[in-house]
């Protein structure tokens, strides 16, 4: 898996899902598709015990919301890196299915669909798209053509916030105007061509750009996994689109900066970016208030992993509110509709299980690739590396304290990506602090510099300094 979306695929997508277990260094790598990011208490638990009892114990957050579980048995035949490894792991998806994680074995690799995590709750919110995620999710199962996207298309349903919508997704939902729910815009590859959708037709819009993707991507005899792969995407899957679905209308195309929401915010955003998001936004860590007098709180698990019991502790608090938590393309955890009194109860809780409840954390904004043991490739276990460098080099420490902290706070700080090689798999688009793994320590590269270090230690201190220089 190279970094970024590349035109000129040289072979079909194969995303592992919960059917379809990746052969990593580790093992078996499953991904549990979950639309909109939300997942109940009780599928929180379903996942935490199948990876303390099926797998290494692992949970990774994706940067499309979804959860992986690392390290499922494989047959003794299968290779590491095999796109196409046996499932090795049936338990693994009997039990998704049983928890509801698993609705559809012929889509369940497409139902790619992110959403603003506190839409209808947060000031920023301008609509509630939360009944369209499972309209869409439900749409999209039902179209059996829908089944052969790849597993990298994204759908994204924006609140008005634009948080979702900086992440440049396939095609995005996203109001045009506050209060106004006549319509609706469809960004494509995060532009605007103009395509509009009225009430009552924005999931047929959505279904009608995925399903003109796979009819331009088949007259381009392209193999793409993005739209934004495509020659002249935008443009020519729209076109395709409003011919598929006439209800769909043209209107002036709009810039970025037109959707600017009115408190002037970023919304829920998101911790740091991520592969497909726009670099340095700084996202809720924390607790924030609802609209409705309820609060929600915001947890880092750091380097985006959870362990089972940081896992089952998130649904404990979920059950304390409504019942949910909400995982955030930003690899970050909301948990919404906490009685107020119990919002700062949960967060120690949550900060003693090892999870950041402190935005001016230095978590924030550091992501890394699998690192070893999960990959073959890598030249050093980068997870661990930082783990030591930050003080503490235990998966489930507390780590929401003041180590290395930036004397400007999170907000002024650009994401740094650690990658255990030159593939620099999982790196935020955009302007990002490199640290690449060099076998005799680490490479770290920034607005055009390149500087080597020989252990962790000295690295994490050039790249402390670095963000915050930049």
Same mark, same amino acid.
């Given at each position: 898996m190279f970094n970024g979306d590349l035109p000129g695929r040289s072979g079909p997508d194969a995303c592992p899902g919960a059917l379809q277990v990746h052969a990593a260094a580790d093992g078996g790598l499953a991904r549990v598709r979950i639309p909109g990011g939300a997942v109940t208490a009780g599928q929180?638990?379903?996942?935490?015990?199948?990876?303390?009892?099926?797998?290494?114990g692992a949970i990774e957050l994706t940067s499309r919301a979804n959860l992986q579980v690392r390290g499922l048995p494989l047959p003794p035949d299968a290779c590491e890196g095999a796109e196409r490894a046996p499932v090795g792991a049936p338990d693994f998806a009997v039990r998704m299915a049983a928890a509801g994680l698993l609705p559809s074995a012929t889509h369940e690799r497409v139902r790619n669909i992110v959403a603003s995590p506190l839409a209808g709750r947060s000031a920023a919110s301008r609509r509630d798209v939360r009944p369209l995620v499972?309209?869409? %999710?439900?749409? #999209?199962? &039902?179209?059996? +053509?829908?089944?052969?996207l790849p597993g990298r298309f994204l759908f994204?349903?924006?609140d008005g916030s634009g948080d979702v919508a900086a992440l440049e997704a396939d095609v995005t939902l996203r109001?045009?105007?506050?209060?106004?729910e006549s319509e609706a815009a469809l960004l494509l590859a995060g532009? %605007?061509?103009? #395509?509009? &959708?009225?009430? +009552?037709?924005e999931t047929a819009g959505l279904l009608a750009v995925a399903e003109a993707f796979l009819a331009e991507r088949a007259a381009q005899g392209s193999r793409a996994w993005r739209l934004r792969e495509l020659a002249d995407g935008p443009a020519r899957v729209a076109a395709r689109a409003v011919r598929l679905e006439p209800r769909l209308r043209?209107?002036?195309?709009?810039?970025?900066?037109?959707?600017?929401?009115?408190?002037?915010t970023v919304g829920a955003a998101s911790a740091y970016s991520d592969e497909t998001g726009a670099a340095g936004v700084v996202?809720?860590?924390?607790?924030?208030?609802?609209?409705?007098?309820?609060?929600?709180?915001?947890?880092?698990?750091?380097?985006?992993?959870?362990t089972p019991a940081q896992a089952e502790a998130l649904a404990e608090a979920a059950a304390g509110g409504a019942g949910e938590v909400r995982v955030t393309p930003w690899r970050t955890v909301v948990v919404p509709d906490l009685p107020?009194?119990?919002?700062?109860?949960?967060?120690?809780?949550?900060a003693e299980a090892g999870l950041v409840t402190d935005p001016a954390s230095p978590w924030l904004g550091l992501t890394a690739c699998a690192g070893r043991p999960g990959c073959a490739k890598s030249l050093a276990d980068v997870h661990a590396d930082i783990r030591a460098a930050l003080g503490d080099p235990r998966p489930d420490a507390d780590v929401s304290g003041d180590a290395v902290r930036s004397p400007s706070g999170a907000g002024g700080r650009i994401p740094a990506h650690w990658a255990g090689c030159e593939r620099r798999c999982g790196r935020p688009r955009g302007r990002v602090v490199d640290v690449v793994a060099t076998g005799h320590g680490y490479r770290v590269e920034a607005g055009g510099g390149s500087r080597a270090f020989p252990d962790a230690e000295q690295t994490s201190a050039a790249v402390a300094a670095t963000r915050e220089g930049l």
């Open positions: 929180l638990r379903a996942v935490a015990a199948a990876a303390r009892e099926l797998g290494s499972a309209e869409l %999710d439900r749409a #999209l199962c &039902a179209r059996p +053509g829908l089944a052969d994204a349903l924006d109001p045009v105007a506050a209060g106004d532009a %605007d061509p103009g #395509l509009r &959708a009225p009430s +009552g037709a043209w209107s002036p195309g709009l810039p970025p900066d037109a959707y600017g929401d009115e408190t002037g996202g809720m860590v924390g607790v924030v208030g609802q609209r409705d007098g309820r609060m929600a709180l915001g947890v880092l698990p750091p380097l985006g992993r959870l107020p009194a119990n919002a700062g109860r949960w967060r120690t809780r949550l």
